[in-house]
């Protein structure tokens, strides 16, 4: 992988755990010179020192926060989008608190992040932008995922509108959609469904794979998406077959 990425500059949104250090991690490798962000600084900090990467605390519920740092980093080459919240419920249990969360963070903090980079890529005439959405939403009906499975749907649209609007000017914008993987904010889940190993279980089982997939798997299909030159506006399933 090394040299995929030799002299762009990324910025990687929820770097700190899961799906997004993954990525973080594998764009250095790669040779990428990362901006590793995160409201969770403490694990964030456990970057501090990787070579290629600096971090920086970063809100992205806040456009004034979004716009402040990608001002100091100058332009951006790739923009990988990886902050999210899962909710659990259907829509009689999700309240407008829980929906209006839900698409700021899903939603709205790919907005910021989109509009504070594209000045810098639309300039150079190049960027690549990869959006972590998910196979719940518009690709496949998930139970008791409503506030979840309507926002990431919209980041369906979101990434679809951005790459039908800058083709034609060098800027590619891609969706990624993964199934269930090993993260943080999954344990958190099995964990509160009061029997961790049976929730576990029915999450393999459901998994024709026969397992869960890993962060690192996702951060290799988003270094490719990164470095892709001919590919824009799609959505790439990684689920392990869950949706075949």
């Known amino acids: 992988m090394s040299g995929k990425l030799e002299g762009k500059v ?8 899961g799906i997004g250090r993954a990525i973080a991690e594998q764009a250095a490798a790669a040779g990428a010179t990362v901006w590793a962000t995160d409201v969770n600084e403490a694990k964030l900090a456990e970057l501090t020192g990787v070579d290629r990467i600096t971090t920086r605390p970063l809100n992205v519920l806040k456009a004034e926060d979004v716009d402040a740092l ?3 980093i100058g ?3 790739v923009l990988f989008n990886c902050a999210g919240i899962v909710h ?9 608190a829980d929906l209006d969360f839900a698409y700021d963070l899903n939603v709205k903090s ?7 980079a594209l000045p810098g890529m639309l300039a150079q005439g190049d960027g690549s932008i990869v959006n972590i959405c998910s196979v719940a939403g ?20 979101l990434t679809k509108s951005v790459a039908a609007d800058y ?17 943080p904010s999954l344990q958190e889940r099995l964990k509160a469904q009061g029997d961790y190993e049976a929730a576990r279980a029915a999450f393999i089982a459901r998994q024709p ?6 962060p690192e798997e996702i951060a290799d299909l988003a270094i490719y998406l990164a470095t892709a030159t001919y590919t824009t506006g799609q959505m790439h399933i990684i689920d392990g077959g869950w949706v075949n």
């Open 167 to 183: 083709v034609t000017k060098g800027i590619r914008c891609n969706g990624i959609c993964p199934g269930t993987v090993e993260s």
């Open 138 to 157: 518009s690709i496949k009906g998930v139970p008791n995922r409503f506030a979840y499975g309507v926002t990431k749907a919209a980041t369906v649209g």
């Open 70 to 72: 990608v001002a100091e």
């Open 10 to 17: 990324a910025l990687v949104t929820a770097a700190a755990q």
């Open 110 to 116: 790919m907005w910021r992040t989109i509009r504070a």
């Open 88 to 96: 659990a419920g259907t829509i009689e249990q999700a309240t407008e």
């Open 209 to 214: 794979i026969g397992r869960i997939g890993t």
């Open 75 to 77: 332009t951006i080459d």
